[in-house]
C-alpha cells in the first residue's frame, strides 16, 4: 500500500523553509526520500531507519516517528536547485528493498 | 557510487511490436533488480522484482505476459513489453540495491512512446 504525502505542491521563495510529510498505515522497516527533476530519474536524498533517528544532508533534513508511521523531509533556506519533485519510498521488511512511492511533492522555488 | 545504467533513454514504436529495456549494474552485482512504471505526474508504481537465475515477482495487477523480464547475469536486468499498445507508453525505471548500503541506485530511466 502507498503511503500518503502531503502537500501534493508547495511553491517557495528562495531562502524560506518546507516540510513534506510521508505516513504510512503500516509497520515500517525504513524510509526513503528521493528528488526527481522532470524527464530524469530520482536522485537519492537520505534513508531513515526504524529507531525514531533524524538526518540530515546539507540543508535538507528529515526525521522518523516509527511509532506513528510518519516521516518529515525538512527544506530549510531553500535553493533554486532544491526545485523538483520529492518522493518517499516505504520499505516494510528489512533488506528486501521494495519500496512503495508515495504519489509525490512537486516543490518550486522562484528567485 | 554505484552506478545503474539503463539503455534505451527513449523509445518510440510502432503499436504491437516488441521494445526491450536494459539495466546493467556497471560496478556491482545486482542478485535484484527492480522495475517502475511512471506514468505523467504520477509516483513509480513497481511492476515486479528481478531475480538473476530465477524467476521474476510480479505485482498484482501486472501481466506476466506482456512485461516479460530476463535477469540472466548478475549485472544485467532486461524488461521486454511484447506486443505494445498506446496504453504502455510510459516511464520505465530500473533500480537495483548497493552492497555497502541500503538504498537504491536507480537508471536513468526509459520513455517509450507506441503510436
Known amino acids: 500500500q502507498q503511503p500518503v504525502q502531503s502537500p501534493q505542491a508547495v511553491i517557495l521563495r528562495e531562502g524560506e523553509d518546507a516540510v513534506i510529510n510521508c505516513s504510512s498505515s503500516k509497520a515500517l522497516y525504513s524510509v526513503h526520500w528521493y528528488r526527481q527533476k522532470h524527464g530524469e530519474a530520482p536522485v537519492f536524498l537520505m534513508i531513515?531507519?526504524?529507531?525514531?533517528e533524524q538526518k540530515g544532508h546539507d540543508k535538507i533534513s528529515a526525521s522518523f516517528n516509527e511509532k506513528k508511521q510518519q516521516s518529515s523531509l525538512y527544506l530549510t533556506a531553500s535553493q533554486l536547485s532544491y526545485s523538483g519533485t520529492y518522493f518517499c519510498?516505504?520499505?516494510?521488511?528489512?533488506?528486501?528493498?521494495?519500496?512503495?512511492f508515495g504519489a509525490g511533492t512537486t516543490v518550486t522555488v522562484r528567485a | 557510487g554505484a552506478v545503474v545504467s539503463q539503455h534505451p533513454s527513449w523509445v518510440i514504436c510502432k503499436s504491437g511490436t516488441s521494445v526491450k529495456i536494459e539495466c546493467r549494474s556497471l560496478?556491482?552485482?545486482?542478485?535484484?533488480m527492480f522495475w517502475y512504471r511512471q506514468f505523467p505526474k504520477q509516483s513509480l508504481m513497481l511492476m515486479a522484482t528481478?531475480?538473476?537465475?530465477?524467476?521474476?515477482?510480479?505485482e498484482q495487477g501486472v501481466e506476466k505476459d506482456k512485461f516479460l523480464i530476463n535477469h540472466a547475469s548478475l549485472t544485467l536486468s532486461t524488461l521486454t513489453v511484447t506486443s505494445a499498445h498506446p496504453e504502455d507508453s510510459s516511464f520505465y525505471i530500473c533500480?537495483?540495491?548497493?552492497?555497502?548500503?541500503?538504498?537504491?541506485?536507480f537508471g536513468s530511466g526509459t520513455q517509450l512512446s507506441v503510436l
Open positions: 560496478d556491482f552485482q545486482a542478485t535484484t
Open positions: 531513515l531507519l526504524k529507531g525514531g
Open positions: 533500480s537495483a540495491p548497493g552492497q555497502l548500503n541500503e538504498k537504491l541506485f
Open positions: 528481478s531475480n538473476e537465475g530465477s524467476k521474476a515477482t510480479y
Open positions: 519510498g516505504t520499505e516494510i521488511n528489512k533488506g528486501d528493498y521494495k519500496l512503495s
